[in-house]
């Protein structure tokens, strides 16, 4: 059986309570018990040294026993509970309350067993009786005897308050219970109603609809927190949706334009309305080696997402790789008359070298690509402590902060209008996060509209 989180808070709300108030009922309530028992024990003690006192207080002032006065005394101790006998110092009984008034004491002792049986059901209390000899100037004068329900008893006062006590515990566990069923109800609806509309919004998600968005907040760290990732959650599904449908159109759309071109020449062909010749099929197979490249690209590009790099690393120059990669882009720096600021410096790197020529081919292709006639591009690596950083930099058109975190997905083009013929198939930067990652580094990018862009590629240097 499943139960909600609204009952299940509750309950353990009520669980709790009903735990702790039960043990501190517990507890207080045999300490209390302990306590008090000590206490009547106590009392009769003193009670006793008491009667002694007037005793012998009395035995003192008269030089013998005056019959009128232990009368008094023992009346007295009768309505605390105690039946005393008095003897002299051959043993002779003096005076007794049971002798005095039998029926009185007997019904005090059955009044005491009540009341102590009312305290509880399994009391095994019984008549006890206690000698004490009584003696002046160091010479015995008589004996004491007090009777009384043992080991201790409770009088109606004592009773009384006892269960004052035991029902002031009822009435406080109640009230606990009442205050936990609400507080418990309430913290549960706090808790579980921005769970649902999470669980409702994650609901959404599966089917689709990732343009809501949660508007709540909540005081409770870890709810906020999961507010937040599931808000961030439908941002990204949803960019990768939009993705998605553009990576259908880009790659029908690239498919589509070399095959119809193919299709065209063909027919002609067949038509006779052209001729076959060498120039014509040249110009099909060019539009043929697009699609490959195209379906190339792709296969790559699932392979390195499928974390199937296989990664060759050695230690080498990485000013020698740049030099290289320089030399084979002279052609496009002349023709746009841009400025490299470079200074060949040694800089060993631990990596898979033909892997660092592509992701360094990617970025500079790049930087080409967007720099404006007569701009500069700036190149620095340095070796660091742990890693080599590897810094691009150029003064071309820029990127914006809407397209600047979505660079790095595939096909993704932050001009919608350029064809992979002036601005290929959005690929590259992909492949290139894949690798650097792939070599345990990270790539970032900083860039500002028609200012230029910057890219810092960081490789570790531990040499496993």
Known sequence: MRYSLRSKLTLSYL??????????????????????????????????????????????????FDISYLERVGMNALEKGMIIDISDADNKLIWSASHHNGGLCEAMMYNMQKNMYSYHANWNGKYEEKSYTLTFNNQKIGTL??????????????????????????????????????????????????????AHKALLLSEGNYQERLDDTSNTKEIEMLIQTINKLSVALENKEKLRKQLTQDVAHELRTPLTSVQGHMEAMIDGIWEMDTKRLSSCYDEIIRIQKLIGNIENLSGIENENVLLNKEAFDLSQLVSRLLDNYEKEFLAKKIHVSYVPSKTL???????????????????????????????RAASRHKATEIHVRDTGIGISEADLPLIFERFYRADKSRNSKTGGMGVGLTITKAIVEAHGGSIAVRSKVNEGTEFVVVIPRNEE
């Open 145 to 198: 005897t007090t009777g009384y329900m043992g080991p201790y008893y409770f009088n109606n006062e004592e009773l009384i308050f006892i269960k004052a006590f035991n029902k002031l515990f009822i009435i406080i566990g109640a009230i606990s219970l009442l205050l936990a069923f609400v507080l418990g109800i309430a913290m549960s609806l706090r808790i579980s109603k921005p769970l649902n509309k999470i």
């Open 349 to 379: 790197i631990y990596a898979d070298q033909d892997k660092m020529s592509q992701v360094l081919n990617n970025i500079l292709s790049n930087a080409v690509k967007y720099s404006r006639e007569g701009g500069m591009i700036e190149i």
């Open 15 to 64: 669980l709790i309570v009903v735990t702790v108030v039960g043990l501190i009922s517990l507890i207080a309530n045999t300490y209390f018990k302990m306590q008090f028992e000590d206490y009547v024990i106590k009392r009769q003690e003193n009670q006793t040294n008491e009667i002694i006192n007037l005793i012998k207080q009395q035995y003192q002032t008269d030089k013998a």
